[in-house]
């Protein structure tokens, strides 16, 4: 199999459970910790193409609650990609690339679906 990447931040709850998944199955994977090392606006785009930008901005969470309101106003693409640039905590966790795509959150059975 070609090669899969788990992007994330490592102390997430929901990381841990799809690195734990991905181990359990003898799944081979790099790990990309945006936190640390960053993301680019070109692989979020190469991702919204895919997945949607509304999919990997993390709403829910509290860095996004913790934004100005200014920034929460009227989300465009452009927008949401900046701000998950400037700070890797609004992207949904965990974004896992693999040959056949981009899955976006951890469900194990969508993740055994995909990965097979």
Known sequence: MTKITLHGIP???TMKKARVW???QGLAYDFHDYKKVGITSGKLNA???VV???VLLNKAGTTFRKLPDADKAD???DKAIAL???QPSLIKRPVLEHPGG???GFKPDVYASALG
């Open 47 to 49: 991702w919204a193409d």
């Open 52 to 54: 949607g930008w509304e």
């Open 84 to 86: 998950m640039v400037e």
């Open 11 to 13: 102390n997430c709850d």
């Open 22 to 24: 991905l181990e359990a």
């Open 102 to 104: 981009v899955l976006v």
């Open 75 to 77: 989300i465009t693409r």
